[in-house]
Structures are given as C-alpha cells and as structure tokens.
C-alpha cells in the first residue's frame, strides 16, 4: 500500500518509464486502483440537529430581534444592491437603542470612560478634574490598576460602594449594604440569574413565575430555557395598563392547579405598556407577595423614564422598607438597574446591577458561586455603571454641562411621548394610552377580518402580518404585540419613541397613511 501511495503522488509527473519499465502515470492508475479496493466510509450523522438539541433552547422565543428583524436585515441588504423600494432606508424602531437613533453620549460619561481606558489621559489638561478623580478611584480598584483585568465575581468593590450609596440617595436615607450589590452584563444578565437560582422542582411542583402581560420578552425566554411555568397575569388597558392585585390573585390560584407560584415580575416602569406604577399599587403588590410568599423581581431600568406630571418613581426596596419591619425584614426582593437607558442609552457597555435583600445566608454563597462561574461582568460596564451612579453634584466643574445634557434627553423624550401619543390617537383605528414613562408606545390596532384571514392564510399571527406589511411598504420596523403576549382578539404593537423628532414625526405619518390604506384593502 505504501508503495501504491507513493504512485499516487506521482501521478502529476510527466510520462516518463519508471524503474519497473512501466510509465508513471499507468503506476499511478493502478495505485489508485488498488486504493479503490477500500469501502468508502458514509458522511458521518451529526450530532446536534433541530431533534437532538436541548428541547428548551428550541422553545426559546425573543420577538425583539425575532423574524420582523431579521426581515428588515435582509430589506436593508436588498437597499444597499440598489433594489427598488418604496422607502430609501429601514428605520429601525423595534428596539430601545438609543444611541444608534442619534441620541449623543453623556459628555462626563464618555470622559471618565476615554481616562480609565487609557490612563495617559489623566495628564492631560483636555479632561476636568472630577472626571479625572473618579477615574482613579475606578482604576485604582482593578487590578494592576487596568479595566483590562478580571475582577471579584461580584463585582469591583467600590463600584458596589457607589451603587448602595446611590440606592440610599434615591430612597431619601433607606440604607443600602454593598454586600447586597452584584454588578452583571445588563440588567439581563442579574434577571437570567436570579431565575436560575429560583427554579426547581418538577410536575406540579415545579416553579411557576409571574410575568405581566404585555412583558419584555426577556422573561418568556428564560422561563422557557428554564423549563419553569409562566404564569401570566394581564395588564388593564382599558386603565392606562393598571397592575390590579385582583388579577394576580386569579394568576396565582389559577396555577396553584399545576406548578408551584413562587415569583413575581414586575417592570416599572412598564415595558413595552410604558405605564408607572403609584406608591399604593406598589404597597399592595408588595402586600400580596408576603401574603402569597413570592419572591419578588423589580425591573427598574426605566427609572429615570418618567415623563407625567401626574407619575412619580417609586423603588419597591423604598416602599418594602417603609411598610415597616414585618415586611421589610421578610419579602425577599431583587432589583435591577442598567446603563442601557435612562438618559444615558450606553447600551453596548452591558453595564448592569442588581440589589438582593433578605437572601438566606447560604442562598447568597450559591448565588456568589453561580456568578464565578462566568468569572466576572465585563470591567467596562462596571465602570459605566459607576458614572452613572455617581455622576457630578452640585460644585464640581462638570455639573452645569452634565445637568443640561441630562435634562436636554429626558426633556425631549417627555415631548416625543406626547407627541406619539397624540398623533396616534388621530389616527382611525389606532388607540394609544398615555406614555407615562420607558421609551416605547403600544398602541391598540384594529386588524379586519378579512386581514386576519390574509393572515391565516400566510401562516402569520394577524399583527406580525400586519408589522410585516408596515417593514415591506415604508421601510419601518416595529414588533408586533404577539410577541409581547396581549389579550385574546386584541392586537398592537410596540414603537420606540427614540428617533430625532423630525425623523419621528415622518414615521408616525408612514404608519398613519399605511394603516389607513390598510384599512381600506382588507375592509
């Protein structure tokens, strides 16, 4: 064999007699031939296919980025070739990124973020002295003084400082220990966590989780990777999407029947609904968790997104401490918090934290050593997370910049809420609650009969049908409210309210006059 290997590789040669009298290229045939006698081996199978894959990734759904998305990808790439649209570009308003729809970095953010990336700049007379001061506070905290290296698998530690102070600032004096900070990748990152540690059982005792309806999709899916039990409980539309404690009380008893509720979501405020939570909604939720013996999630990323004269932030951590010690010192709470919104939309640092309360002593071990396991949040976001945290006060040089580019983003959001709001509401067939709050609109639309049998017909729910028409005919992306879940025979869908009001102000009309000749086709 070796031997008629070796004619093999000779078979390229030009035809010249080999040593045995014979032509190299008639060794060559006869090599190959005598190769041939081996049996062919079939393409082996593969191991991971669609059927032998974890069953719960498959079910995992995230309609953010979901087919709508990947859509308005292909539409872009079709633009970009030079194919014909009716439109010249996508607009993309599925999701809450706000730098990516124009909104400009937070001058003292992106400051302290250049110094603690290259250190050098701290000489340099460009940069104010109190971005410089927190820089090498931040600095001085990594190891060998670098963002580049890892940190504690809860975090850095005077970053959690600052986030308990921050935390105790916000809630007017409510102390906030740092032992009870973990720093995560996003928000995302705490809420995927905190479910993963919260998840067991099986059959009828398997953990249920109660989400609100419309939800941020995030919680589907962990709930689905999770193999846990969505319990749903349903928003009221008809009041400005109201948490009514009445329907978590149908929620709970209603799955008591098959899964064992033992958590309880909440996003305040609200998205994608947008709504804010009063003082005294928050009280009896907190009430019904103790009652029930829920743990509790407090989704509070939008909590600078308040835009109502007649809405107030509340913290469920501010509110559970001043029900008073019998509440305080018992419902176990987890609140999140992230760069990516606010005022600041530093969405691509993933910079996050989560405050736990109430932990059991030996829960907290396993939680510290669930976090190890992914070694540490990236050092950058925890440092965006810091500014955030602690950003100028009153005195230092770079207040008056920092106060008036903060109240500049959060100004014109209130007016793009409005704005949303009212001109949707002009629109037949559309209704639009009040955008209290957050960053997006959920206005209800009437979809014909005939347009739910159009629908039927392609396989579609009748809103993606609907928000599929919106991307093919204006070039405009949003999500329809399937995927956000919403009431049977009801249909929506979710718009961030983040594009320049010019730009905003084109998009609402697009959506107006597509509706209306939608209306029209399929009445």
Not at 15 to 38: C, D
Not at 255 to 265: E, F, I, Q
């Amino acid at each position: 064999m070796q031997r008629a290997a070796a004619l093999v590789r000779l078979g390229c040669c030009p035809r010249t007699p080999g040593p045995w009298g014979r032509s190299q290229s008639s060794a060559a045939a006869e090599a190959s031939a005598v190769l041939k006698v081996r049996p062919e081996r079939s393409r082996r199978e593969r191991i991971l296919t669609l059927e032998s894959m974890n069953p719960q990734v498959k079910a995992v759904e995230y309609a953010v980025r979901g087919p709508i998305v990947l859509k308005a990808g292909e539409i872009e790439l079709e633009l970009q070739r030079g194919i014909k649209k009716p439109f010249t570009e996508v607009i993309r308003a599925n999701i809450g990124d706000a730098q990516a729809m124009g909104q400009q970095p937070i001058t003292f953010l992106r400051q302290v973020m250049a110094l603690c990336t290259y250190p050098n700049l701290l000489d340099s007379p460009s940069f104010p002295e109190d971005a410089k001061k927190r820089a090498r506070r931040i600095l001085q905290a990594c190891g060998g003084n670098s963002l580049g290296s890892y940190s504690a698998s809860q975090g850095v530690n005077c970053i959690r400082e600052d986030v308990a102070a921050y935390i105790t600032r916000r809630d007017g004096g409510v102390p906030a220990d740092p032992d009870n900070i973990y720093l995560t990748t996003g928000a995302s990152d705490g809420i995927s966590t905190i479910l993963k540690i919260l998840v067991s059982g099986g059959g009828k005792s398997r953990t249920g989780v109660m989400i609100p309806i419309p939800q941020y999709p995030l919680y589907s899916a962990v709930i689905s990777e999770l193999d846990a039990i969505q319990v749903n409980y349903y928003l009221d539309e008809e009041n400005c999407w109201a948490l009514n404690v009445n329907e978590l009380r149908r929620a709970v008893q209603e799955a008591k029947d098959h899964c064992d509720p033992k958590v309880l979501c909440i996003i305040n405020p609200g998205n994608p609904t947008g709504q804010v939570q009063s003082r005294k909604c928050i009280e009896d939720v907190i009430h019904f968790a103790w009652e029930e013996k829920l743990f509790l999630l407090a989704d509070e990323v939008y909590q600078d997104n308040v835009y109502s004269p007649d809405c107030k932030f509340y913290s469920f951590k501010k509110v559970l401490y001043e029900m008073g010690p019998e509440y305080s010192s018992n419902v176990e709470l987890a609140s999140f918090h992230s760069t990516s919104k606010g005022y600041m939309g530093e969405c691509g640092y993933r910079g996050g934290y989560m405050e736990v309360i109430n932990l059991h002593p030996e829960i907290k071990g396993q939680l510290v050593k669930l976090l190890s396991v992914r070694l540490c949040p990236p050092v950058s976001g925890q440092a965006a997370m810091d500014i955030v945290v602690n950003p100028p006060v009153p005195g230092e040089e770079s207040f008056e910049l920092f106060h008036r580019e903060k109240e500049s983003v959060l100004g014109n959001l209130a007016k793009k809420a409005k704005l949303t709001e009212d001109l949707f509401n002009q629109v037949p067939g559309i209704h639009c609650n009040p955008l209290q709050g957050a960053m997006y609109a959920f206005p209800r639309i009437f979809i014909p009969s005939k347009a739910v049998e159009a629908a039927q017909a392609h396989k579609m729910a009748p809103d993606m049908f609907y928000c599929m028409k919106l991307l093919e005919e204006t070039g405009i992306c949003v999500v329809p409210g399937s995927g956000f879940g919403q009431r049977e025979g009801t249909y929506h869908f979710r718009m961030t309210i983040l594009p320049p009001v010019e730009k905003l102000k084109t998009v609402l009309q697009k959506v107006k006059d597509f509706h209306i000749k939608f209306l029209e086709k399929y009445a």
